[in-house]
């Protein structure tokens, strides 16, 4: 490698505040994943953050036994078809041993990602994962695997986001048939490994403090301009270069000192990075302002969790609904717009009309969310925020098709049970196809256009 730059080197502002605006974009995802493990550290115990959220201490986990309430606003694009868990491991303390049951034929997907937001294990129906116990550890680890482990996955930072997801469908019969193997989720260090399932009662969760300000109508915020040239540092140190990135990581680092002696400088940084997140993030929130472009306004991605150096796309994801599962494992689509380019937006009716056999072709599920304008549930009359496979009284048409009607109003009773309900202001619509067929994952099917009555 060439020299790095030299750090005792005085440096101009507007050079600081370039590399701050660049470094901020790019590491925009990293500090956010950073805030909420911080967060996760200030968990008493296992519990239900709000009453709402799934929160443990750092690696722990703690599961839903229902689908996520309406009013969440830690993570945007919630869903209403799995049954979530979340824990947060910092594997330079320790790896962590994963539980994974008998889950049968319901669908199911642990989604493990890194600091970065990039998978690095792959454990789910999918994979055809086999009931036991993985082990995650962190870089540089070095140990002996106990007898009894079924699969090692090695992350490339130590700090890691571990969140199942199991199908369930919205029936008060599946809600009680789910416990029994929901209730043998679990992650917790290796210490305490014996070779046996620990089992907990997830319905029976306390309810804790939520150590985050909430952010009204928005989602909880997590990344900070006034912090941020000061927490990067740690964060570089969790998350080492991938191969490429020696070059940025000594830049930035090398900027920071300059502003560490320089309380000017600093402030012109942290100037720069509440910039960047009006002017280069904030938009990001908005589904049509990126992704792989596709037929009636339609847009998706084809990296998710495997994001490499797409650090556009990455902190896109990350603004915009962050904590997606690899393409493998879930394939979305996002869409703001009908067929003719106009916003979608409450005052309007619309109706979305998959043909005959033309469904979204997946070995798992599919659903259609409606979410608002900050990309979380708008309560209903109906508290319904998404339609697909999990509703088993779905209407087809007399010519086989499936009719959704996205509008503000009934469209009566005898097409009610085809309704999603959306708020009065603007709105996005947001397909998943989770265990997505060979159609979905290569392209060739994309999702019908979305008419405007």
């Not at 005792?8 to 901020?24: C, F, H, N, P």
């Not at 491991?89 to 049951?101: G, M, N, R």
């Not at 009610?416 to 998943?432: A, I, K, M």
Request: with cysteine.
């Amino acid at each position: 490698m060439p020299p790095s730059p030299d750090a005792a080197t005085k440096i101009t502002e507007q050079y600081g505040r370039s590399v701050a605006r660049d470094a901020y974009f790019w590491a925009w995802p990293m500090v956010n994943i950073y805030n909420r493990r911080l967060a996760f550290q200030q968990s008493p115990k296992i519990g239900l953050m709000n009453g709402v959220l799934p929160f443990a201490p750092i690696n722990a986990m703690a599961m839903l036994a229902d689908y996520v309430k309406a009013d969440q606003r830690w993570v945007a694009c919630p869903n209403q078809d799995v049954v979530y868990g979340a824990g947060v491991a910092a594997l330079e303390q320790t790896p962590v041993v994963v539980q994974v049951p008998d889950f049968g034929d319901r669908f199911w997907v642990y989604q493990v990602v890194d600091m970065r937001t990039d998978s690095f294990a792959q454990i789910g129906a999918m994979y055809g994962s086999r009931p036991g116990f993985y082990l995650l550890v962190g870089p540089e680890w070095k140990g002996d695997v106990p007898k009894g482990i079924t699969k090692v996955f090695r992350a490339r930072t130590n700090t890691a986001f571990i969140v199942p997801r199991v199908f369930m469908d919205d029936t008060a019969s599946d809600r009680e048939a789910i416990q029994e193997v929901i209730s043998k989720i679990d992650m917790y260090p290796l210490g305490q490994f014996d070779g046996k399932f620990k089992e907990h009662d997830w319905r029976v969760l306390p309810t804790l403090g939520s150590p985050a300000a909430e952010g009204g109508a928005a989602e909880t915020k997590w990344v900070f301009p006034e912090t941020f040239v000061k927490q990067l540092p740690a964060v570089m140190a969790d998350a080492p270069p991938m191969p490429g990135e020696e070059a940025r990581y000594a830049q930035i680092r090398a900027v920071i000192a300059a502003a560490g002696r320089n309380p000017a400088l600093m402030e012109a940084m942290t100037d720069e990075a509440r910039k960047a997140e009006a002017e280069l993030v904030e938009p990001l929130l908005q589904f049509r302002n990126w992704g792989v472009q596709l037929d009636g306004h339609w847009s998706t991605t084809n990296n998710n969790g495997d994001f490499g150096t797409d650090y556009f796309t990455r902190t896109a994801v990350a603004k915009s609904n962050i904590l997606v599962n690899a393409s493998n494992e879930t394939k979305y689509f996002y869409q703001d717009l009908d067929a003719d380019g106009g916003r979608l937006n409450g005052a309007s009716s619309y109706r979305v009309t998959f043909p005959k056999g033309n469904t979204p072709p997946v070995d798992g599920f599919w659903s259609l969310t409606v979410y608002d304008a900050q990309h979380f549930f708008s309560p209903n009359a109906l508290g319904r925020y998404s339609l697909g496979t999990k509703n088993k009284t779905l209407k087809f048409d007399a010519d086989g098709s499936l009719t959704i009607y996205a509008q503000p109003m009934s469209p009566g009773n005898d097409l009610e049970t085809n309704w999603l309900p959306v708020p009065l202001g603007d709105f996005s619509l947001y397909l998943r196809a989770y265990w997505p067929k060979t159609e979905i994952v290569d392209g060739s099917w994309v999702p019908p256009k979305v008419r405007k009555q």
